[in-house]
């Protein structure tokens, strides 16, 4: 684990961060402020910090709920005919800047909302038999993770088209496709483990637990014991079964069976 803390740190030394405010701040506390409640087991969820809105991919019923001010807003999915239903709603993912990306794995398309649940596009998938995850990497692509195939297809967010593909020989099964400008992690619930590629594929490291990446490129790990980042001595011990966990900005957001719970990342003063 170390020597994979050591070659993350020394490829956003060599300049593969995901920010331009230079070296990574490093993380001193992970701060629990919020925890929501459902009615129904959560499968996947977002925070928003500039919306304040929370989004729930509420298991069984393939619906997601828009949550703000500790009231749900709006709610998009199930069967229709409407832009806001899906033949089967699959996974999403989250924009910087508050719009959600939502795959229907059996129509094989993505479509664009905005905050406030209204579709705003959406794109084809080419050349792809099943897909079941999804993950945003910068601003002009994103990536489908192909249960068929058992590889990742990189696509051109705006013309649709496909970039290319890895990880076939590298991956079985993935529970959670996690993306950003430098790093694709895909994860595996049954194996605890997860699979680290550079953006463009090339396969890096496997390590055990949930990874994700903070705006300074500081990997944050989790497993059914703790929260921890990699790259500074920040620890949190975590009770319950730990379901997907997502970052946007300073602020994690992780399941637990019917609740997400909501962590603030808090920095080191920069001397």
């Not at 496909?162 to 990880?167: D, K, Q, S, T, V």
Request: with cysteine; hydrophobic share 40%.
């Amino acid at each position: 684990m170390r020597n994979i803390a050591f070659l993350l740190l020394l490829l956003t030394l060599l300049g593969c961060s995901a920010s331009k405010k230079g070296l990574p701040m490093e993380i001193s506390t992970f701060t629990l402020y919020e925890t929501v409640s459902f009615e129904k087991t959560v499968q996947k969820a977002y925070y928003h910090p500039g919306t304040k809105t929370l989004y729930a991919l509420l298991a069984g019923n393939q619906e997601i709920e828009f949550w703000r001010d500790g009231k749900r807003q709006n709610t998009i999915g199930g069967m229709g005919s409407l832009s806001t239903n899906f033949r089967s709603l699959a996974d999403f993912a989250m924009a910087q800047d508050g719009n959600i990306f939502v795959l229907d794995s059996v129509a094989k398309i993505v479509k664009k909302f905005n905050p406030d649940g209204k579709m705003i596009g959406e794109m084809e998938l080419s050349y792809v038999q099943q897909p079941t995850k999804m993950a945003l990497g910068n601003n002009q692509n994103i990536f489908i993770y192909d249960a068929a195939g058992s590889e990742i297809i990189a696509y051109d967010l705006l013309e649709g088209s496909e970039l290319y593909r890895f990880g076939k020989f590298e991956l079985s099964h993935v529970d959670m496709l996690y993306a950003n400008k430098d790093y694709v992690v895909a994860y595996d619930n049954n194996k605890a483990e997860n699979t680290l590629f550079s953006s463009l594929g090339q396969k890096i490291a496997v390590d055990s637990g949930q990874l994700v990446y903070d705006t300074y490129n500081n990997a944050i790990g989790l497993n059914n014991e703790s929260l921890i980042s990699k790259m500074s001595a920040a620890w949190l011990p975590m009770t319950g079964e730990m379901g997907l966990m997502t970052i946007c900005g300073d602020t994690i957001a992780i399941v637990v069976g019917k609740q997400v719970r909501l962590l603030k990342l808090d920095y080191a003063e920069v001397l």
